[in-house]
């Protein structure tokens, strides 16, 4: 991102003679946005010192022809710093001679886009600093003017200094300049603590500190208006906020903000690639991955939110509420997001024409909630998740008629109205990790719906009436059996995540039937009733070739795995839970060749696993858990080849840790969580130098 030192870095190589004496000629360009190609390539002439013949040309073609001939046979080194786009890289090669004379391009961008041009091995990722590295270098600013007997940081300064530097996360340009301006004021604790309280005004008004936001936001301005939308939405969370990439998502299609790409496109796809794009633009950071690589969360840099928060105030595209000592609403804005003292918000007249109202301060008082409601006419988001609420406002559902988006996640909310059947534009309704134990058959008269995702209770949320109006229905999350339900599913031809659970053996047929036609899921999970002696029956199920997430729990049939010689293709994560399977079942499982992550739960009761040579290359994550029988697991050289996290639980009768664990060389991560007693010994004692390669290994 910007800010990050890409362009410090480049300088201290580049500044050094004994680099520089070894080319012919060197150049430094700074290429930004917009930036007029000829007029890069006339800087490069003058850099370079070629002769042009023709000076104050401006033609592009004459210009790198001239480059491309002076270069020739000789020896270059060229920066190109801060790149922004592609095609400025496309027209700028054609100058630069692919001679043989170890000549060298260096390209400093906050954009993937470009980066990617270089192979894999050339490219070099600027991460933010550790926190020990950013207190050096905030030190070396910040007490750079005291005496030498007492550098260093006073005292009484040191959990001002380390909230400061809190905020900046790491971020170089930033500890410098703020490490700066600090070492020219007095080393007091009033001083510092006014500082750091006022550190968001300073950053947009201080002269001396202005720029650092100036220069972050070039990165902003660089954006499409739809990616921008987009961007600042993201400044709506609190601050350190670890955003799901589905939440942010389904927002921004509830705003719509996303736009249509065909019938073959879903809008939550489109809006995936603008997510990907933000991140490769470095505008949001990745901090958490699924089981196979794919952003799950992402945060934006705590400097960058601010600077996002100013801008959507100035534009009126958002408010952040979270001051709980001002009563003042400020000017209008299409957007509300509470964070704090939301009880002493009073709408105003303006917020009818709210589009998004979100609420993350959990202890605004239910009558504040209904009576704000009732203002929002417009609204079409709407997220309430984390509050108070028992009962849904009748106000929500008699007037705000616009909603999109509704969410009643984690809260005490048990009963869903059948007034619902109102909110004819509703397109996603989430009510996990809520009480909710029942949907009215209203439900099925939202003919918009996209994602219903209910309780995660093992018995799951009961769905009445008929299904089949929901046509557009993408997500279905965790739903109750019944043989309606099962019945109906086959019309749901968009799903692409369905969980249901409490299946019946007498449903197995009507389900997997129904399942079937589902030609687009990637994500399922089938279960009955928990640890029951209920059985599921597998005979009707048929290979999804787009499945990549399958989560199966219950007791199969005669202990028997489902068929997996053809079809799992795209199958990348596989759990099974109480599924009682008879015979080692690895083999059938490594016909999978993706699987990424695989968890086998009270899922086997033999006394032996074991993992053969070639198997499972993909897999990366592996979990045995309650296996009460397993004695034994053979790992042969050549298996798993690419495992990096191994966890075992409560594996009572595996005593011995397997010789094999020696084979597994990217293995770093190796869990024992309530393992017998000899086994925790052997795996710290005597046997650890077979495991020595393992960088953590955890013992519980």
Not at 184 to 204: I, S, V
Not at 276 to 290: C, D, F, G, H, M
Not at 426 to 436: C, D, G, K, W
Not at 546 to 568: A, D, M, Q, R
């Amino acid at each position: 991102m910007g800010g990050s030192g890409k362009t410090t870095l480049v300088s201290s190589i580049c500044r050094k003679q004994k680099i520089r004496k070894n080319f012919d000629c060197y150049a430094w360009i700074t290429v930004s946005p917009n930036y007029p190609v000829e007029d890069l390539l006339s800087k490069l002439i003058k850099q370079l010192y070629i002769p042009d013949e023709q000076a104050g040309t401006t033609d592009p073609t004459h210009l790198v022809d001239k480059i491309h001939s002076y270069l020739g046979n000789k020896r270059y080194l060229i920066v190109l710093d801060d790149m922004w786009n592609r095609d400025s890289w496309l027209f700028l090669e054609r100058a630069f001679v692919k001679n043989k004379c170890r000549s060298r391009v260096i390209i400093t961008t906050r954009t993937e886009a470009v980066a990617s041009f270089a192979e894999d091995n050339q490219t070099i990722r600027i991460g933010l600093l550790p926190q020990r590295e950013s207190w050096d270098l905030f030190s070396r600013k910040a007490f750079s003017r005291q005496n030498r007997a007492t550098s260093g940081c006073p005292q009484g300064l040191v959990p001002w200094a380390e909230k400061i530097l809190e905020r900046c996360q790491g971020l170089p340009l930033a500890i410098v300049a703020i490490g700066s301006l600090l070492s020219y004021r007095e080393m007091e604790e009033h001083e510092w603590k006014l500082f750091y309280n006022q550190l968001n005004w300073q950053l947009t008004n201080n002269p001396e500190l202005n720029w650092v936001s100036s220069f972050l936001k070039l990165s902003l301005d660089d954006l499409p208006s739809h990616l921008r939308n987009c961007f600042l939405y993201c400044g709506l969370f609190p601050e350190n906020y670890r955003i799901r990439r589905k939440w942010i998502i389904r927002l921004w299609v509830a705003e719509g903000f996303v736009e249509d790409r065909g019938t073959e496109t879903t809008l939550e796809e489109v809006a995936e690639d603008y997510l990907k794009e933000l991140a490769q633009r470095s505008l949001i950071q990745v901090t958490e991955r699924n089981e196979y690589g794919r952003p799950k969360r992402f945060q934006v840099h705590d400097l960058v939110r601010e600077m996002t928060m100013t801008i959507s105030r100035k534009e009126r595209f958002a408010l952040i509420w979270n001051n709980p000592d001002v009563t003042d609403g400020g000017d209008e804005a299409s957007r509300v997001s509470v964070h704090r003292g939301g009880q002493v918000f009073q709408p105003g007249p303006a917020s009818q024409h709210l589009r998004s109202f979100l609420l993350f301060d959990k202890h605004v008082p239910v009558p504040w909630i209904c009576a704000a409601s009732s203002n929002f006419r417009l609204l079409r988001v709407l997220c309430l998740r984390y509050s108070l609420l028992e009962h849904i406002p009748e106000a929500i559902t008699a007037g705000l008629f616009n909603l999109h988006y509704l969410d009643f996640s984690r809260t005490k909310v048990k009963t869903i109205p059948r007034s619902i059947a109102r909110l004819k534009k509703l397109q996603s309704l989430h009510l996990r990790f809520a009480r909710v134990m029942e949907l009215p058959r209203e439900i099925a008269m939202l003919s918009s719906l996209r994602h219903l995702s209910v309780s995660n209770d093992l018995y799951g949320t009961s769905v009445t009436g008929s299904i089949c109006k929901l046509k557009h229905l993408q997500t279905l999350r965790e739903v109750k059996a019944n043989k309606d339900l099962v019945q109906n599913l086959g019309c749901l031809t968009q799903l692409r995540s369905l969980g249901i659970t409490a299946v019946l053996p007498s449903y197995g047929g009507d389900l997997w039937t129904s399942i079937g036609k589902m030609t687009v899921l990637t994500k399922l999970a089938v279960g009955t009733r928990g640890e029951n002696d209920e059985v599921l029956s597998l005979d009707k199920f048929k290979p999804l070739r787009n499945l990549e997430k399958f989560y199966l729990t219950g007791k199969l049939e005669n202990g028997v795995l489902f068929p997996v010689s053809e079809g799992f293709d795209k199958l990348k994560v596989l759990t099974m839970r109480w599924s009682g399977l008879a015979q080692d079942p690895l083999k059938s499982l490594s016909e999978m060749g993706n699987l990424v992550y695989l968890s086998l739960y009270c899922a086997y009761d033999g006394e032996s696993l074991a993992f053969c040579s070639g198997w499972f290359p993909k897999l990366k994550r592996l979990f045995l858990g309650k296996l009460d029988n397993l004695s034994s697991v053979e790992i042969s050289d050549g298996s798993m080849t690419n495992l990096t996290y191994l966890e075992l639980r409560e594996l009572w009768s595996l005593e011995a840790v397997p010789e094999g664990l020696g084979y597994l060389r990217s293995l770093q991560h190796l869990y024992a969580r309530n393992m017998p007693r000899d086994f925790a010994a052997q795996l710290e004692g005597d046997r650890k130098g077979f495991v020595q390669h393992i960088a953590n290994i955890e013992c519980v």
